[in-house]
């Protein structure tokens, strides 16, 4: 090897498999550094497009954009501009944080919208002055969009596992664990790891209701599937939105929107529901919470579900993103023997704007607390949540080792991990989040031949110099499924 380092094969903690496959055959709106720019690369896939025709794309994000839009309501655009270049196809954008979406006239039109349409619980239909929609649909508003993503004709999911797969073994990734696939998604796993035809190894959290798992989970035994490709292993919910949408759920008012606290997207009953199934079926329990009163509610209904058992401290339910917390609520994940799943990469993708929405102390005490959280014993996974974000964990790395931000200054520093925490986050630390520390995330005699092989040393080179390293070599069981040109 010449001297590379060699690493065990990198976990992406918290991603979206099948979205991430999708997203590649969308207009990627990430790069976009306005509405304008956002508005033309739509205008050339609607040149290509058949009248009819639904045009997807995803990762705009109005936080990023040089500009703000020439006709704004809450710093989020007018649907006008875009519906112009687009009066004969419906429009849906996702936006960067997948907590909502952007349409078009036509899209609206299609699914019945206008200003006499209601406001679904824990989501929003963003209004002009005079109460028409602009637009935009926070939370679960976006499924008030279903029909015109029915029209249209949807990608061969095989197709879209195959893509999310060689995307992933290209930037190291061995292992991933989906943050919330319903049943039916899972049967097409089961059959492509019996078939050996995936390439990753998948630890899944179904995403279905408390009905369909009430009726499902006592038959359902999806464990190391075909030599340790697939494993269910979770349930998956959500109990608010995201901080950049102004969804996430706050004990304290914005302070950009001193209107809202953001949005509580399930009934906290629902989620009790749910943690007494997980309970029943020894399955671990992951919620989304980035609000710092998502995550006391969370940590609230855990308590109570936990307690109901003597092992409740050794289930390893997990908070995915733990994102902004409470000072007060720190030390709850210790006591309750809680994972902290978080993504480093969003702290250095958001942090210029979230002194905008939390201020500036509640930004210092609360928001991404990596260093509080494991100085005081929490285990913290790492990941992507691609595609909100590129599934590149060395990015991500970068980003949980210096919290550096795209204008050089650094987010609150003192919370940033060192090197070798930052590999463990992203590989032994994801493996014991998911009961899998004796099969994988360290190079040992008897675990799985995952291994990773890196052109430069990340744990040794200049902070400035880890964005320059490859991945060489990805091998999977044994077997290279990725080697660098």
Known sequence: LDGRLVVPGFIDGHGHF???????????????RSWQQVVA??????????????IRGRGWHQEKWDQPPELAFEGLPHHGSLSAISPDNPVILRHASGHAVFANRYAMKMCGIDRKTLDPRGGEVVRDDKGDPIGVFRETASGLLASARRNSSSADPRK?????????LSKGITSFQDAGSPLSTVELFRTMAMEETLGVRLWVMLSDSNRRLEAALPALDVKGVGHQYLTVGGIKRLIDGALGSHGAWLLEPYSDKPESTGLNTTPLATIAETARLAVAHRLQLCVHAIGDRANREILDI???ALGSVDDGKQRRWRIEHAQHLHPDDVPRFTELGLIASMQGVHCTSDGSWVADRLGAKRSESGAYLWRELIDGGVVVSNGTDCPVEDVDPIRCFHSTVTRLLEDGTSFYPEQKMTRMEALRSYTINCAYAAFEEHLKGSISTGKLCDVVVLSKDILTCPAAEILEAKVDLTIVGGEVRYRRQ
């Open 160 to 168: 879209v596992v195959e893509l999310a797969t060689r995307e992933c």
């Open 18 to 32: 099948m979205s991430l496959g999708t997203s590649l055959l969308q207009l990627d709106l990430r790069p976009a």
């Open 41 to 54: 690369l739509v205008e050339q896939a609607v040149a290509k497009a058949a009248p009819g025709e639904l």
């Open 302 to 304: 855990y308590e109570t």
